[in-house]
T-cell receptor, first 114, second 113 residues
């Protein structure tokens, strides 16, 4: 069935360094890949998304890359800051008849060391 | 003030009891979702609904039931058949279609005593 795998489960980086979180998906028909950030005690919020007709998308310090052939996509955060500390979730929509579903990865807890 | 509202925020129940979690949205969204969040397991899909009077099972639907009688409302019932119901439950909504942002409620934490 549909599956989204996310790595690593925890990540600690020095403030100012970059962080990379990687996800793979199983359904080759998936065409939408969002990333959500969940700060402690708060609801998840969309930070960036990418569609299958695009290989890369940037928004200030965050970027997402997509490799459709390998069925994986990654989140890149540059110049990390303390407020980047949170849990990050990747997600994908299975294709065709179940396209409205959104399946999430297991999450990455990112900690920024001062 | 537009948004998605879940209630109650905290709920305790005894084993063998059913409990219903409320989810209401005034964003005029067609699609609504219920997720369960456990530590280290991400957000797992319980049920989703693309339109009124229609809903589909997600990956962990056993022991849960839903209804979608109104566009604004998508209540989730946790039945006594759910083996491990203690968890954090998140409701979300978005416009109909296969892309677009999910808007989440603040969640309901259910504890079974």
């Amino acid at each position: 069935g549909e599956n989204v795998e996310q790595h690593p489960s925890t990540l600690s980086v020095q403030e100012g360094d970059s962080a990379v979180i990687k996800c793979t998906y199983s359904d080759s028909a998936s065409n939408y890949f969002p990333w959500y950030k969940q700060e402690l005690g708060k609801r998840p919020q969309l930070i960036i998304d990418i569609r299958s007709n695009v290989g890369e998308k940037k928004d200030q310090r965050i970027a997402v890359t997509l490799n459709k052939t390998a069925k994986h996509f990654s989140l890149h955060i540059t110049e990390t800051q303390p407020e980047d500390s949170a849990v990050y979730f990747c997600a994908a929509n299975p294709g065709y008849s179940s396209a409205s579903k959104i399946i999430f990865g297991s999450g990455t807890r990112l900690s920024i060391r001062p | 003030d537009g948004g998605i509202t879940q209630s109650p925020k905290y709920l305790f129940r005894k084993e063998g009891q059913n409990v219903t979690l409320s989810c209401e949205q005034n964003l005029n969204h067609d699609a609504m979702y219920w997720y369960r969040q456990d530590p280290g397991q991400g957000l797992r899909l319980i049920y989703y609904s693309q339109i009124v009077n229609d809903f589909q099972k997600g990956d962990i639907a056993e022991g849960y039931s839903v209804s979608r009688e109104k566009k604004e409302s998508f209540p989730l019932t946790v039945t006594s058949a759910q083996k491990n119901p203690t968890a954090f439950y998140l409701c979300a909504s978005r416009d109909r279609g296969d892309t677009g942002e999910l808007f989440f409620g603040e969640g309901s934490r259910l504890t079974v005593l």
